[in-house]
């Protein structure tokens, strides 16, 4: 049984972090001893759970906790508990360079993982500093934590590819996805039946959008691609589940139109919307690996996608890069529906994160 030390975020507690960080720690913790170092601010269960080491406050003038401050915990922590193994599962620009850092002087070995987009600035309607800063956390503090850490866990095998095509040596990483916990899909239900329970027409071509509706979502595309879609295919009705700071934009440029704005969804009830749907709609600007492309391709659904990176384009055949192209693919009959990758699998998914930690050398105490 090895010590890892899962190096967090400050703040835990937003859904989709709380859930990586959770089910990470909880496919490594039979086999291991888990602490998670740093996080401030997290949820009930996962300080039930596990062992949670955040001395203090961090400090407010530091948001994130600063990569200075970090890496001083960090060091701290290491110093005092000796782990085996310390791991970063976000932040590769701050929490995993903090780790790596540690790991390099401590001689402890380290895993960062890249969930980031580390290949391109992102330029999208951002004002200058925040592009500067996005460009040293990515691209430069990212990279460096990938050439100091034993091991770098990547999200899909073509970020592999392009690494290796970049001069990173190839045994250095380890492709595992992040944790998909996959709502339990009833037996009766059926889309006529999630239709009837939706209160949606029971013959229209229903396509979806499902998350947050913010502007990194790239709402005036969706919502430009929808009002083709609604004008040009007969019967057509958009769905959407999810809520955000530019839900009333959305809402406004649909006014009139055949639409549906659910709003936030218990994950349990996520089978009957999704099964509701004949596709759903992607706009992106930029995505890791989309849990919701994954969910989709889980309940048979079609995806349709902007270009929003290197693992979008490996999983999704359906893409388009304006509103013409995107809407003309929603109004085809002949969608492709993808292959759900087995290693979303949540029991498949668990096996990898156990070989991620497995092989590394043990600290000499």
Known sequence: M???????GTNTIERNMEHIVFHIASHLDDANDITLVGAYNTSSRIRERFRVHA???PPTSLPGLGLAAKTRLV???????????????????????????????LHIPTIV???????????YQRPRKKQL???????????LAMRLADRVILLHEAQREQLVAMGYPTDKFYVVPQPIIFPERPTSLTRATARQRLGLPPEAFVFGYFGRIAWDKNIPLMAATAVKVLAQRPGAHFLVVGKGNKQAALEQALTGLPSTFAGQVPHAQLPAYFLACDATLHTSFSEGLSNVMAESLYFGI????????????SLV???????????????????ILDQFPKEFDPRINRQHWLGAVQGLPRQKR
């Open 113 to 123: 993982r890249v969930t980031s987009d580390i290949f391109v600035i992102h330029k």
């Open 133 to 143: 800063r996005l460009f040293f956390k990515n691209n430069v503090a990212g990279r």
């Open 75 to 105: 060091l701290q922590y290491a110093k005092a508990h000796k782990p085996d193994i310390l791991m970063a599962v976000s932040g590769i620009g701050s929490n995993g360079l903090a780790t790596a850092l540690a790991g390099r002087l």
């Open 302 to 313: 079609p995806v349709i996608s902007t270009d929003s990176g290197l693992i979008t384009r």
């Open 2 to 8: 090895a010590k890892i030390s899962i190096v967090t």
């Open 317 to 335: 055949t359906n893409i388009g890069h304006n509103a013409e192209e995107l809407a003309s693919l929603l109004c085809s009959d002949d969608l």
């Open 55 to 57: 001395p203090g406050q």
